[in-house]
């Protein structure tokens, strides 16, 4: 009885202690704020003084939480319908500096060439060295026709600058072509993980077979992510049982397991994921879930390793706060955070060598033929239009080992 008692004693004392101490912390700093207001040079009132308290808040917590005023919280509910204004580029913090995630595909950002992994240095004439993420974001932001110009550290080179007009965005998140030269491949480029997403590919995988396809190429490279239950949808089309994901917090509510359903699998047709240093979070999720579960050979590099959880939570209509609640675990339990996905085949960014044409390497009795059939080649170049709806490798040699690999599980598959 005299242990209960003094446990309870204990229990209580600790607990008035935690009242105490935030008391003691709410009122310094309601005492700050009534000092600002007082004493700042320039007159102030609470609300503002509130407002930029919470936008350094935010991100003091980490890179990936923020507050979203009115204008931010607009746009936001606007970028996942997958159209909106700005450069078409993805930005996170790492080490503490401004770094690209991933420039999307066909956008102002993409054309002016800048790479997954560029730090900003600067935008126009500020230096982003101690910026928060949202002050670099709106910085950014602007009037479609507008110009920006970012100054780019990249590895190995010196910093220099790249002019990007701003326009509105508009993401197309699936493409779905032919593979040149591998017929029997259907390559399927995932942008972004926006609403569309899931309802793209129910589309498209019905008709694979009719298309004598037997193998699909899923590239996720500088994929930078969005939506979750469009990752888990995806993956739900390619595996038949078991969990796909998993998300854990502090707060049980946040705790949730996402698993496959059989119905509408898709779980026999093989299947190679092209990711590098720019697929990252939903991206992630969707490597990780398949190579977990051995439904596809990953290719590639390692990938970026975003693998926390925000939920936007409304402080009134016009505002929110984007706070990381939980973590993602992939099926076999290890979490992406920070440690990305390591694909199953490493294979870094190249140019294929095409093999130059010497007379050593053709027969004399062969030559004139072989010669009058590459001038038709050409003559052909001059009146053929180009097939928009194939995928040239055009010396991407992740996407052709992915090729080569995948015709091999097919002819592996074919044997059995």
Do not use: C, W
């Amino acid at each position: 009885m005299k242990k209960l008692l003094l446990a309870l004693l204990l229990i209580t004392s600790l607990f008035a202690e935690n009242q105490q101490t935030r008391l003691a912390a709410y009122e310094k700093f309601v005492k700050v704020v009534n000092m600002i207001e007082a004493y700042y040079v320039d007159e102030i009132n609470t609300t503002t003084i509130i407002n930029k308290a919470l936008k350094g808040l935010l991100p003091e917590l980490d890179a990936h939480s923020s507050y979203l005023d009115k204008k931010a919280y607009k746009e936001l509910k606007v970028q996942t319908s997958g159209e909106f204004g700005g450069l078409g580029i993805v930005v996170g913090m790492r080490n503490g500096v401004l770094t690209v995630i991933s420039p999307i595909d066909d956008t102002p950002a993409y054309k002016a060439g800048i790479k997954a992994g560029d730090i900003i240095l600067k935008i126009n004439d500020k230096a982003t060295i101690d910026m928060t993420l949202d002050e670099a974001v709106n910085l950014m932001r602007g009037k479609p026709g507008t110009k920006i110009t970012l100054t780019i550290v990249r590895k190995g080179q010196k910093p220099f600058e790249v002019v990007i007009t701003r326009g509105i965005i508009k993401i197309k998140s699936v493409k779905a072509k032919d593979l040149e030269n591998y017929p029997e491949i259907k390559y399927i480029r995932i942008s972004s993980f926006d609403k569309n997403v899931v309802s793209k590919l129910k589309s498209i995988l019905p008709k694979l077979k009719k298309e004598g396809k037997k193998g699909i190429i899923i590239d996720l490279r500088n994929n930078p992510g969005g939506l979750l239950n469009q990752a888990t949808g995806m993956l739900d089309l390619f595996i038949d049982k078991g969990i796909l994901v998993s998300q854990k917090g502090r707060v049980k509510s946040e705790n949730e397991v996402y698993y496959a359903h059989r119905r509408g699998t898709y779980k026999n047709i093989p299947i190679v994921v092209l990711v590098n240093g720019g697929s990252a979070s939903a991206s992630e999720i969707v490597s990780g879930g398949l190579q977990d579960h051995r439904r596809a050979v990953i290719v590639g590099e390692k990938t970026f390793g975003k693998g926390s959880v925000q939920a936007i939570l409304p402080v009134n209509k016009d505002e929110a706060i984007r706070l990381t609640v939980a973590r993602y675990y992939l099926p076999s339990g290890r979490t992406i955070q920070a440690k990305g996905v390591t694909p199953d085949i490493i294979v870094h960014p190249g140019k294929v060598e095409e093999e130059n044409l010497t007379e050593a390497a053709i027969k004399e009795a062969n030559l004139k033929a072989h010669l009058k059939a590459e001038l038709n080649k050409i003559d052909k170049k001059k009146t053929k239009k180009e097939n928009k709806n194939v995928q040239k490798i055009d010396g991407d040699l992740q996407l052709l080992t992915g090729a080569n690999i995948l015709k091999a599980l097919i002819i592996s598959k074919g044997a059995k």
